[in-house]
């Protein structure tokens, strides 16, 4: 047994009619970016934030593997680096879900 359809559903017309009716929250910018101009900034600040938390759990190393430098455990390797990167993390996490209200005109 065959299956035959009498209708003729073309979808590049639901497609068409979809970008019609499709509008555009009040804060979106009309360039073709994901995110507006206050996002990318935030997104910034982020990024520094997280390159200052790497930076500050870099080094504590010894030169001779034979000797151990207890530097590696420092308040600032173990709590402040990891607290910079948690709260750069939530800026960025901020950044990519925050939507600016609209302008009231």
Do not use: H
């Not at 910018?29 to 101009?37: I, R, V």
């Amino acid at each position: 047994m065959q299956f035959v359809s009498n209708t003729n559903f073309d979808f590049t017309d639901m497609v068409k009619n979809d970008q019609l009716n499709e509008k555009k929250p009040a804060g979106e910018a009309k360039s073709g970016f994901a995110l507006g101009k206050k996002n990318y900034i935030v997104l910034a600040v982020g990024f520094v934030i997280l390159c200052i938390g790497y930076a500050l759990m870099v080094g504590g190393g010894s030169d001779d593997p034979n000797v151990f430098n207890p530097e590696i455990f420092s308040f600032r390797r173990i709590t402040l680096a990891p607290i910079v990167l948690i709260i750069g993390f939530a800026v960025e996490i901020f950044a990519i879900m925050w939507r600016p209200r609209a302008k009231k005109d």
